[in-house]
């Protein structure tokens, strides 16, 4: 045999083989699935229209339910909005990352799914609500020079807002101010689906983030979509009116990936980042206990559907647990991204053989803190340890039988409670190394690390004053601004 035709033969081989062993998600760009995770801001657990809510119609979350994989016990990763979007993006439970609660800046130590992704050949980009970049007050466009910005995330376009958004929003394209008028949710879908068909065209997967500013308050919805619930007190209407538009909008980016040709192989993950609201009626959380803020059910179970026609053939409701925490590892599995992607510590799992139909139970606990507070659920089981004066005061409930956490079973199952409080002990004493810096190649926390601080406080957003002093969700607080001096 000539020589050249021998290496010939050999590289074929090689390739092959190489071929063979990469992860499926890799084999061929055609193959992977694009990608787009939808997240509402304070929706509860019971505003669905096929968990029956009583005045709630949600004819598009319904629709993607009975075409995909439902979650009845999906968790959001912290009872508040900032960690819950810490956690999305690390797998990570969110004191590991920095973000304690509400306004703190994640971590740049952090490595994320969209950077993983990017890495791997996608298109990225991130529209609507962000709160990572340790920034309070109600939402402001994000500044192109800030450093803790989408893009510093690997996102590599950007519609972007720090915190909450309603109506007739002001939204910045990576560091360009553009206002807009109309429903908060629909604009960003619209603005995202531009991205969307733009890489569809271009034959390039993309990982799309769609993060909604409602149904936080303020409440302003349309006068339509408000109308349907007149016997409601205000603040109740408005809400429910804002969810009627926010689920249309679920309907436009199903309509929107189908037109393009691309509804069959693109994963679509919809969740809530916390529980629901108390003070609405009717119940924002479907009769479970507490609320947003609170580490009982109420606070973290929220809405979780998965819609991927491609892999998820048949419709189905799984009752095993999984939370926020899960979908960069499952992303990073169906991809084939490498190992290294997130950090090796990671509190979420894989749950792409649930996809498959293959898992009937969660081979590893479900851990939350907030606060001073934990829980850990595991199986039917959750233990709560929540502060008490100076002591901890502990619960023990089977959510099985009791779903609404009302029968306290320590005294009667002690070796569960046991079994229980020692994980949940193991799990704390490693957030803290985390929280120390321990996990990261430096052994400790960038010491540059920002404080959470108020826009209305810094200088860049102070030059804005002027212009935005009318508008509704910043009138308020720049009159006390402008007060303080």
């Keep these: 045999m000539l020589p050249h035709l021998r290496l010939c033969r050999i590289g074929l081989f090689l390739f092959t083989a190489l071929l063979t062993r990469l992860p499926v998600g890799l084999a061929a760009e055609t193959e992977r699935p694009n990608i787009v995770l939808v997240m509402a801001d304070d929706m509860g657990w019971g505003q669905t229209?096929?968990?029956?809510?009583?005045?709630?119609?949600?004819?598009?979350?319904?629709?993607?339910?009975?075409?995909?994989?439902?979650?009845?016990?999906?968790?959001?990763?912290?009872p508040v909005c900032s960690p819950t979007r810490a956690t999305v993006l690390t797998g990570r439970t969110h004191e590991r990352t920095g973000?304690?609660?509400?306004?703190?800046?994640?971590?740049?130590q952090e490595p994320t799914i969209a950077q993983g992704l990017a890495k791997?050949?996608?298109?990225?980009?991130?529209?609507?609500?962000?709160h990572l970049n340790g920034l309070r007050g109600p939402g402001v466009p994000v500044l192109e020079d800030d450093p803790h910005s989408p893009?510093?995330?690997?996102?590599?376009?950007?519609?972007?807002?720090?915190?909450?958004?309603?109506?007739?929003?002001?939204?910045?394209?990576?560091?360009?101010?553009?206002?807009?008028?109309?429903?908060?949710?629909?604009?960003?879908?619209d603005e995202a689906l531009k991205f969307i068909h733009k890489n569809a065209k271009a034959k390039k997967p993309f990982f799309t983030v769609i993060w909604y500013g409602t149904?936080?308050?303020?409440?302003?919805?349309?006068?339509?979509?408000?109308?349907?619930?007149?016997?409601?007190?205000?603040?109740?209407?408005?809400?429910?009116?804002?969810?009627?538009?926010?689920?249309?909008?679920?309907?436009?980016?199903?309509?929107?990936?189908?037109?393009?040709?691309?509804?069959?192989?693109?994963?679509?993950?919809?969740?809530?980042?916390?529980?629901?609201?108390?003070?609405?009626?009717?119940?924002?959380?479907?009769?479970?206990?507490?609320?947003?803020?609170?580490?009982?059910?109420?606070?973290?179970r929220v809405p979780g559907i998965v819609e991927w026609p491609a892999q998820i053939t048949k419709a189905r409701v799984t009752k095993v647990p999984a939370c926020t925490m899960?979908?960069?590892?499952?992303?990073?599995?169906?991809?084939?991204?490498?190992?290294?992607?997130?950090?090796?510590?990671?509190?979420?799992?894989?749950?792409?053989?649930?996809?498959?139909?293959?898992?009937?139970?969660?081979?590893?606990?479900?851990?939350?803190?907030?606060?001073?507070?934990?829980?850990?659920?595991?199986?039917?089981?959750?233990?709560?340890?929540?502060?008490?004066?100076?002591?901890?005061?502990y619960a023990l409930y089977n959510l099985k039988d009791d779903m609404k956490e009302t029968q306290d079973l320590q005294a009667s199952e002690p070796k569960v409670f046991a079994d229980l409080k020692s994980k949940l002990d193991k799990w704390n004493a490693s957030v803290d190394r985390s929280m120390a810096g321990k996990d990261y190649p430096e052994g400790r926390v960038d010491p540059s690390h920002p404080e959470p601080r108020y826009w209305i406080d810094l200088k860049a957003y102070q030059a804005y004053f002027d212009a935005w002093a009318d508008r509704p969700e910043y009138k308020s607080w720049i009159q006390r601004a402008r007060k303080k001096k």
């Design 215 to 300: 149904p936080h308050s303020p409440w302003r919805a349309a006068k339509d979509d408000a109308a349907q619930f007149d016997d409601l007190e205000r603040n109740s209407k408005e809400h429910y009116g804002e969810l009627v538009a926010m689920d249309r909008s679920i309907g436009t980016l199903r309509a929107g990936l189908k037109d393009a040709g691309i509804a069959e192989n693109t994963l679509f993950w919809f969740c809530s980042d916390n529980g629901g609201l108390p003070r609405i009626t009717p119940d924002t959380v479907g009769g479970l206990r507490g609320n947003k803020g609170s580490l009982y059910e109420g606070g973290l």
């Design 49 to 78: 229209g096929y968990y029956n809510h009583p005045v709630l119609k949600t004819p598009n979350l319904d629709a993607m339910a009975a075409n995909g994989l439902r979650f009845d016990r999906f968790y959001a990763g912290g």
């Design 99 to 108: 973000v304690m609660t509400h306004g703190y800046a994640l971590r740049r």
């Design 326 to 393: 899960d979908i960069a590892p499952t992303l990073v599995d169906i991809v084939g991204l490498p190992s290294d992607t997130l950090l090796p510590t990671l509190d979420g799992i894989s749950l792409k053989p649930m996809f498959e139909g293959t898992v009937l139970s969660r081979p590893q606990p479900i851990g939350f803190r907030y606060r001073d507070g934990s829980a850990l659920t595991e199986g039917d089981y959750k233990i709560l340890a929540l502060p008490n004066k100076k002591k901890t005061r």
């Design 151 to 189: 893009g510093e995330f690997g996102f590599q376009e950007w519609l972007s807002v720090t915190n909450f958004f309603d109506r007739d929003p002001i939204l910045s394209r990576q560091g360009e101010f553009e206002e807009f008028a109309g429903d908060s949710s629909e604009i960003v879908v």
């Design 120 to 130: 791997a050949g996608y298109a990225t980009g991130h529209f609507g609500k962000w």
